[in-house]
């Protein structure tokens, strides 16, 4: 399996980006099944976990991000997405896909990090 992470950029505070996670190399019943994460790091920081979605489709975010940011997925796809609107300067940084199959057969699966940086 192979995670590919795009939709970053660069964005003023208060603008939206969004986020997608494909998964190749897969089968459907692994990435349908597994939990969906982002992650992200901002410089110096530790990294964060920024929002889970269950593969019974129940959200989990960040207080930080809580209700301005949205994980969804699109099975068909084997895609999922973080759409991240009113954008802060705290935003900033390099955000992370993350695929755990190991409930369902695979194994814990990362994609490389997209960068997001928000400008004040």
């Known amino acids: 399996v192979q995670l590919q992470a795009s939709g970053g950029g660069s964005v003023q505070a208060g603008g939206s980006l969004r986020l997608s996670c494909v998964a190749s190399?897969?089968?459907?019943?692994?990435?349908?099944?597994?939990?969906k994460r982002w992650y992200r790091q901002a410089p110096g920081k530790e990294r964060e976990l920024v929002a889970t979605?269950?593969?019974?489709?129940?959200?989990t975010y960040a207080d930080s991000v809580k209700d301005r940011f949205t994980i969804s997925r699109d099975n068909s796809r084997k895609t999922f997405y973080l759409q991240m609107n009113s954008l802060k300067a705290e935003d900033s940084a390099v955000y992370s896909c993350?695929?755990?199959?190991?409930?369902?057969?695979?194994?814990?699966?990362w994609g490389q990090g997209t960068l997001v940086t928000v400008s004040s």
């Open positions: 190399r897969t089968i459907l019943t692994v990435f349908s099944g597994g939990a």
């Open positions: 993350n695929l755990d199959g190991r409930p369902v057969g695979g194994l814990d699966y």
């Open positions: 979605l269950t593969s019974g489709g129940s959200t």
